[in-house]
């Protein structure tokens, strides 16, 4: 097996792993429309990531030709995810009190306006992360077994 094989067959498994632990969050708050939501939409918003997460890493693992195409259309789900995530202040917000909730002497130590352009920077670092997958798996096209123009 070459080694871009390997890389993309261990994505996979990553995503398919990256599915089970979205599973284990089902019920858990997502911040969205400027707050943190959680009940069925929250539910609906991780069975759609399950899906893509599964559709992905078998995608990926078993080199099906649709793989790729699969793979492109996460990365764009994930960056509109992302995206809106970026430009609604009040669930940035909101996720951040949710995440501190517990460590109120944190915000002693450290500006909460810092964390939130470090929250932003990773987030940003993330799907600029995906978008360098996406490429990756573009120059190793030939792994699908068919043509994905």
Same mark, same amino acid.
């Not at 390997?6 to 089970?20: E, H, K, N, P, W």
């Not at 284990?24 to 429309?33: A, D, E, Q, R, Y």
């Not at 609906?44 to 559709?55: D, K």
């Not at 996720?95 to 501190?100: D, K, S, T, V």
């Given at each position: 097996?070459?080694?871009?094989?390997?890389?993309?067959?261990?994505?996979?498994?990553?995503?398919?792993?990256?599915?089970?632990?979205?599973?284990?969050?089902?019920?858990?708050?997502?911040?969205?429309?400027?707050?943190?939501?959680?009940?069925?939409?929250?539910?609906?918003?991780?069975?759609?990531?399950?899906?893509?997460?599964?559709?992905?890493?078998?995608?990926?693992?078993?080199?099906?030709?649709?793989?790729?195409?699969?793979?492109?259309?996460? *990365?764009?789900?994930?960056?509109?995810?992302?995206?809106?995530?970026?430009?609604?202040?009040?669930?940035?917000?909101?996720?951040?009190?949710?995440?501190?909730?517990?460590?109120?002497?944190?915000?002693?130590?450290?500006?909460?306006?810092?964390?939130?352009?470090?929250?932003?920077?990773?987030?940003?670092?993330?799907?600029?992360?995906?978008?360098?997958?996406?490429?990756?798996?573009?120059?190793?096209?030939?792994?699908?077994?068919? *043509? *994905?123009?």
């Amino acid at each position: 097996m070459r080694k871009s094989n390997l890389t993309i067959r261990m994505a996979g498994m990553f995503f398919l792993v990256s599915a089970f632990f979205e599973g284990l969050s089902l019920t858990s708050g997502i911040p969205l429309f400027g707050a943190i939501r959680g009940g069925a939409i929250a539910v609906v918003y991780h069975l759609l990531y399950i899906g893509l997460f599964l559709a992905m890493g078998i995608g990926l693992w078993a080199a099906r030709p649709w793989g790729y195409r699969v793979i492109f259309v996460g *990365t764009i789900i994930y960056s509109l995810d992302k995206v809106m995530y970026l430009l609604d202040r009040q669930a940035r917000d909101a996720a951040m009190r949710e995440m501190l909730a517990g460590y109120a002497g944190m915000l002693d130590i450290v500006d909460p306006s810092s964390m939130q352009q470090m929250m932003n920077l990773l987030t940003v670092l993330m799907v600029v992360s995906w978008w360098g997958f996406l490429l990756y798996l573009y120059f190793h096209r030939n792994y699908f077994g068919a *043509t *994905t123009e």
